[in-house]
């Protein structure tokens, strides 16, 4: 193509370090989407879509998931409203196998303006009459956590900064280390960019065992364990 996307590695990586260690399983599903093995994300041109809901196009499938849609102007919405209307230049978003398996199901029509008649009622399933939750849009209250990071490289303060954004006022960030440099770092600057966690530096080796029992590793809520620079 004609066009260039730079990417932040270690910011993308620093972020999903501190969302995977909060949601168990998650790393094994990104780990799986963005492989080549089992099924990855693909966007598409559904013509057949135009000026339909997103609700139809979640009902349009057998053989893959629709996730979301990429808007014409290139907005990404995962898990828009379910009325959502698809236009001329949107794209849906989709896991599945491999993209010969995108493909609308041959009753698509049917399903999407499906309708009972019995001999009292009918009943109509559409968009207007049947609405999903979506977890994904509900607030999710911040509580004060106390969280342990354990070794340091460049990554480790992306990963402070993003716990930051999950934890209520009041948070500990525990980290272990046996740089003289790294904790001047931490103490002089990293502690200033937090608001809501408080930073501990406590002097030792991830590879040591008596280093770690003094940290009581049971006592956190979630830790977090990196390779050291000079092990990358």
């Keep these: 193509g004609d066009e260039a996307l730079f990417v932040y590695a270690n910011e993308i990586i620093a972020r999903i370090i501190a969302q995977s260690c909060r949601q168990r399983g998650l790393s094994v599903i990104l780990s799986t989407l963005l492989s080549f093995q089992n099924d990855e994300i693909y966007f598409k041109h559904e013509n057949a879509l135009v000026g339909r809901t997103f609700y139809d196009a979640v009902f349009s499938y057998d053989k893959c998931s629709v996730i979301g849609l990429m808007l014409s102007d290139g907005t990404v919405k995962i898990f828009p409203r379910l009325n959502t209307i698809i236009n001329i230049d949107d794209q849906i978003i989709v896991i ?19 309708e009972y008649s019995g001999s009292k009622s009918s009943l109509l399933f559409n968009h207007n009459t049947v609405l999903l939750s979506n977890p994904m849009t509900g607030r999710v209250t911040k509580r004060i956590e106390r969280n342990l990071l ?51 530096v406590h002097s030792g080796s991830l590879t040591n065992k008596f280093d770690l029992e003094k940290l009581n590793l049971f006592s956190y809520d979630y830790v977090i364990l990196l390779a050291n620079e000079e092990s990358e």
């Design 150 to 200: 354990l070794g340091w490289n460049k990554k480790a303060s992306l990963i402070a900064k993003e716990l930051d954004t999950y934890v209520a006022r009041g948070s500990e960030l525990h980290i272990l280390t046996n740089s003289n440099i790294i904790t001047q770092f931490i103490k002089e600057q990293l502690a200033n960019e937090l608001t809501e966690q408080k930073i501990f």
């Design 96 to 114: 599945a196998e491999d993209d010969d398996k995108i493909i609308l199901s041959s009753d698509y029509l049917l399903r999407i303006n499906y």
